[in-house]
């Protein structure tokens, strides 16, 4: 009892920390705009300022809540690989979905500016990229899930998932290597990762997508904490492991194939946040891990999008580089303090 009531008390706390961040991320920017106006302008008054207005719910409303997205699928996909594999380096890209949506964007990014001209400036679109990169991201699901079926052991799948990852990276070096200097800098920014400029469709298609994965996450729950104890002892629960393998596989690609195609190959948030969370929420049972984990990994990547965006200052640096700089040595700090991993 003692400790369900920390936990709840933690859970407040999280909440609070999750509203304060998302209003501080919607406050600040090139323009700043107060707290209360920034309150009054969600919730259906007026701001004092027309382009505040305009501000708020065209650009950083829909930025604030892909950032939130984006964090709690990635936070938790990388969970459930971590448990799955009871690996702690492992994370939701771990099985080389992000190198086939990097494939994917490579290919059509190379293979329309060949075409030169008006084709290459029509295919080469959001919703284009958008749409290579849930190619390449399903074509080595259906390669990795084809593994499944003939291989028991999880650890050979990893290895697998990890030679896949390979392979792409490497057919995507050779793309590179006989391509320009625009088409080198176009994949480039993509590979940046990017929070901003989705329009509401976008989100309320990534909102499906997370949703529908996350769904599938927490029906697994108890299948997780099976797990956690070794494969035979949850066969002799009456787990199906092939069941719940390809399950947990399902909604790891939902979650970070959705979140690659629409923001971009995001590292180290899938990797570190469950890491960061147990160090909190001392306990083995994902029904309090993944919602830990999916309030943890909203906020992380709500703090690191407001550093991204160098408030009062025009240029947005890259999501990518401030979910490394600002994690990394926070995860060491915390492992050197420890010593040890809560696994």
């Known amino acids: 009892m003692e400790r369900a009531f920390i936990y709840r008390s933690y859970f407040i706390v999280l909440f609070i920390l999750l509203a304060a961040t998302f209003l501080i991320n919607v406050s600040l920017g090139s323009v700043s705009i107060p707290i209360d106006e920034v309150i009054s302008g969600l919730f259906g008054g007026a701001t004092s300022k027309e382009s505040w207005q305009y501000i708020l719910i065209d650009y950083r409303l829909p930025k604030a809540i892909t950032a939130i997205l984006t964090g709690s699928g990635l936070a938790v996909s990388g969970l459930l690989m971590q448990t799955m594999f009871r690996n702690p380096l492992a994370g939701p890209f771990v099985l080389g979905l992000s190198s086939g949506a990097s494939l ?13 001209g008006f084709f290459g ?25 084809a593994v499944t079926f003939k291989i028991k052991d999880t650890m050979a799948i990893l290895i697998i998932g990890l030679m896949f990852g390979s392979v792409t990276a490497a057919v995507v070096a050779v793309l590179s290597y006989f391509s320009n200097a625009e088409q080198l800098q176009q994949y480039i920014f993509w590979s940046f990762g990017s929070l901003g400029n989705q329009s509401w469709k976008s989100i309320l298609i990534l909102s499906i997508c997370c949703f529908a994965g996350l769904l599938l996450s927490f029906l697994s729950s108890k299948s997780l904490n099976a797990l956690l104890l070794g494969e035979n002892y949850a066969k002799s629960m009456g787990l199906r492991i092939k069941r719940t393998t390809f399950l947990i596989i399902i909604a790891t690609s939902i979650l970070a194939g959705s979140i690659t195609a629409f923001a971009g190959p995001i590292a180290f948030v899938g990797l570190a946040v469950p890491h960061l969370t147990r160090q909190v929420f001392t306990t083995s049972n994902h029904l309090v891990l993944l919602p830990a984990v999916l309030l943890c990994g909203s906020i992380l990547m709500l703090i690191c999008d407001t550093l991204a965006q160098l408030p009062f200052v025009e240029y947005t640096l890259p999501i990518n580089a401030i979910t490394s700089l600002i994690g990394a040595p926070v995860v060491i700090w915390l492992l050197v303090r420890k010593r040890k991993l809560l696994f």
């Open 104 to 116: 994917g964007v490579a290919v059509l990014i190379l293979g329309a500016s060949a075409l030169g």
């Open 121 to 145: 400036g029509v295919l080469v679109s959001q919703w284009s990229l958008v749409i290579a990169s849930a190619i390449g991201t399903f074509l080595v699901l259906l390669a990795v899930l």
